[in-house]
């Protein structure tokens, strides 16, 4: 799994017109899922999102977590993530999930992390064509990968 784990003031996603998820304070998570990604990889990285201390304390430290500050998660799933470029100008998504294996890890990983949190997960809309405003808060912007754990 890749993730963008981006921290934001403000997020939401709409298709066709109707917002499907909207958060204010806390984590835009966009995450791509290959199909080498096992219930263990999806396990580590919800732990990782609603742990990771990159939220202000009382001295402007990174130093509290989504959970600690009782932020949301809206979680986005994007295929787009496994882009490879090497050859020519139009990407390939051949490393990413089909639909069949991504989707359903996709809704575990949204009731995983509502279970972790305590409270709902926002979502998009599998598949969709999604439109995702955000406020990115600092600039802070994250990235990870389940296949590379030692250096997250």
């Known amino acids: ?5 981006q921290r ?7 298709v066709d017109e109707q917002i499907t998820g909207i958060i204010g304070n806390g984590l835009l998570v966009l995450i ?17 999102l609603v ?8 001295q402007g430290l990174m130093n509290k977590s989504v959970q600690d500050i009782e932020g ?18 139009r990407p390939s998504f ?3 999930a089909r639909p069949d294996k991504a989707k359903p ?6 009731q995983h992390l509502s279970s972790l949190l305590g409270k709902e997960v926002q979502v998009g809309i599998f598949g969709a064509d999604m439109k995702i405003d955000l406020r990115n808060d600092g600039p802070v ?10 250096n997250y």
């Open 72 to 89: 949301n998660i809206l979680l986005i799933s994007q295929f787009t993530l496994f882009a490879q470029t090497k050859k020519g100008n």
């Open 94 to 96: 051949i490393r990413a």
């Open 51 to 58: 742990n990771l201390r990159i939220f202000g304390d009382e």
């Open 8 to 14: 934001v003031t403000q997020a939401s996603c709409t």
């Open 32 to 48: 791509g899922i290959e199909d080498e990604d096992t219930q263990e990889d999806m396990e580590w990285l919800s732990q990782k």
């Open 105 to 110: 890890m996709y809704i575990q990983m949204a």
């Open 1 to 5: 799994m890749r993730a963008v784990i």
């Open 141 to 150: 912007t994250i990235m990870m990968n389940t296949k590379d754990k030692d």
